[in-house]
């Protein structure tokens, strides 16, 4: 009989599965909310830590960690391309930000809602 073998046999994993379940609800929240920027960024953010914490004292992650980074890192590069894709219409259409301004202002001068 070996007796040293048992404990590495015993060993269970060590995982934490409500990190996991926290980190895809995350990662789906941070889908579903991908144009509302800082909502999208700062859930796709904390379901890429709660992944990478969830996998405790093991050397890999589980699968569902493995999927909610990804999906989180999916989010947040949509929600990135979502700004600099409105920054370069708005550059686009009215050639500067400051003329955009401009076209603003004077809407809201004509609609008599501006300061």
């Known amino acids: ?4 073998n048992l404990s ?8 934490s599965l409500p990190m996991t ?3 895809v609800v995350l990662s789906v929240l941070a889908v579903c909310t991908v144009c509302c920027i800082y909502v999208s960024f700062f859930c ?3 379901g890429i830590i709660l992944a990478l914490l969830s996998k405790g004292g ?3 992650m589980s699968p569902s960690a493995k999927t909610s980074c990804v999906v989180s890192v999916a ?5 990135i391309l ?3 894709g409105s920054f370069l219409t708005l550059i686009m259409e009215y050639g500067s930000i400051e003329k955009f301004w401009e076209a603003y202002m004077e809407l809201l001068e004509t609609y008599n809602i501006g300061p």
């Open 1 to 4: 009989m070996k007796f040293g």
């Open 8 to 15: 590495s046999e015993m060993q269970t994993d060590r995982r």
């Open 21 to 23: 379940t926290a980190a």
């Open 44 to 46: 796709g953010v904390l």
């Open 58 to 60: 093991e050397t890999t």
């Open 75 to 79: 989010a947040i590069v949509l929600s």
């Open 82 to 84: 979502l700004v600099v």
